[in-house]
């Protein structure tokens, strides 16, 4: 489990989704949080190998940004300024999102169509 978030966090740095000070928090927390979720058995749930996704496509601009679910709380401070407008501007709360999916919700959240250049779609799998 822990791997596989390591690896997203370096694909979401060589991404430019965050940057190199962001990515050594979000690493550090990982360990923080596999050293505490060992010792409860937290990994062993389905929802640790869950992520959440967010495509954001206005135009010519493509915002696309992958969460693994089990850092989602404090990934949430790394959503592009950019992709959290758009977000906003559509009525899309990403924290009521991530209590849907603590809740059980799964497959695809939002679905936003806003004419020919415009769509936002949250997802988790």
């Known amino acids: 489990m822990a791997n596989a978030e390591r690896k997203k966090i370096l694909e979401m ?5 965050i940057n190199a ?4 928090k979000l690493l550090k ?3 923080v949080d596999v050293a505490t979720a060992n010792s409860v058995g937290v990994f062993s749930g389905s929802k640790s190998k869950k992520f959440i996704r967010i495509d954001i496509v206005d135009g ?4 696309k940004v992958n969460i693994p679910f089990a850092l989602a709380k404090l990934a949430l401070s ?10 906003d501007e559509n009525g899309v709360d990403l924290e009521k999102i991530i209590e849907l999916v603590e ?4 497959g ?3 679905n936003i169509q806003e004419g020919d250049s415009t769509k936002i779609s949250i997802y988790i799998d």
């Open 78 to 87: 790394f959503v592009p300024k950019d992709a959290q407008s758009k977000l």
């Open 13 to 17: 740095l060589e991404e430019g989704i």
């Open 60 to 63: 010519d601009d493509v915002v």
């Open 103 to 106: 809740d059980g919700a799964d």
């Open 21 to 24: 000070e962001e990515a050594e």
């Open 29 to 31: 927390n990982i360990e």
């Open 108 to 110: 695809e959240l939002v």
